[in-house]
């Protein structure tokens, strides 16, 4: 069984400049989140799509942060404009179900891209 | 809000010694409670879930228990090896999934 894959794995960027991140999930998982992991944290959850409706973007910055998930599959997180504190890790994790009222199995995490913003 | 705390935060043992992971959490309204292992650069790899009602989960020379009134997680793992090297995060779920920083092993051969 296929992972999640995400691209790029790295990126450099200047601050003010735009980015985008893609994730593919397991194929069949309805639930993808995507999360910030910054140096030395753990992950932060930004925002959780059901199929292809937002479920939560409450911790998403969304003066910057936007993002999407077409069909249902695959999705895509964009910041524009970057600043230097968004220099972390963008996790991207897929869940067969999930659920917007609690209970969670397990979620499946793809390599991550790793964002640099100078 | 749910805040999840893990310490050591870095830890260096000999090879074959037993490693204990500690972990805390202060809503004790929680779904279950997760451990996960972070490579470097790579992604988070889940290794044991134990639901509310459960007690502890066993995998192979790990063993994870869930004191959920208490707000206490332990991550135990047995007679260690090189490989189990990385850094281990635990994660609370109640409406969403909120991660501790992570304890880093290094164990040393």
């Known amino acids: 069984e296929a992972g999640v894959a995400q691209s790029p794995r790295y990126k450099i960027i200047e601050k003010r400049q735009s980015v985008a991140f893609w994730c593919n999930p397991i194929?069949?998982?309805?639930?993808l989140y995507w999360y910030q992991q910054i140096l030395g944290q753990g992950p932060k959850l930004l925002i959780q799509f059901q199929n292809n409706g937002v479920v939560d973007d409450s911790q998403l910055p969304k003066d910057r942060f936007s993002a999407e998930r077409l069909k249902g599959v695959d999705s895509t997180l964009k910041i524009q404009p970057a600043k230097l504190e968004d220099s972390a890790v963008y996790l991207c994790?897929?869940?067969?179900?999930?659920?917007?009222?609690?209970?969670?199995?397990?979620?499946?995490f793809g390599p991550g891209t790793r964002l640099l913003v100078l | 809000k749910q805040e999840v705390t893990q310490i050591p935060a870095a830890l260096s043992v000999p090879e074959g010694e037993n490693l204990v992971l500690n972990c805390s959490f202060t809503d004790s309204a929680i779904y279950n409670l997760q451990w996960f292992r972070q490579d470097p650069g790579k992604g988070l790899t889940s290794l044991l879930l134990?639901?509310?009602?459960?007690r502890e989960q066993t995998s192979g020379r790990l063993n994870a228990s869930l004191d959920k009134s208490s707000g206490r997680s332990t991550l135990y793992i047995a007679a260690s090896q090189p490989g189990d090297s990385a850094t281990y995060l635990c994660a609370v779920s109640d409406y969403k999934l909120s991660f501790g920083a992570g304890t880093t092993v290094t164990v040393r051969a």
């Open positions: 194929s069949g998982h309805a639930t």
């Open positions: 134990i639901q509310s009602s459960q």
């Open positions: 994790a897929s869940s067969l179900e999930g659920s917007a009222s609690g209970r969670r199995e397990t979620q499946y």
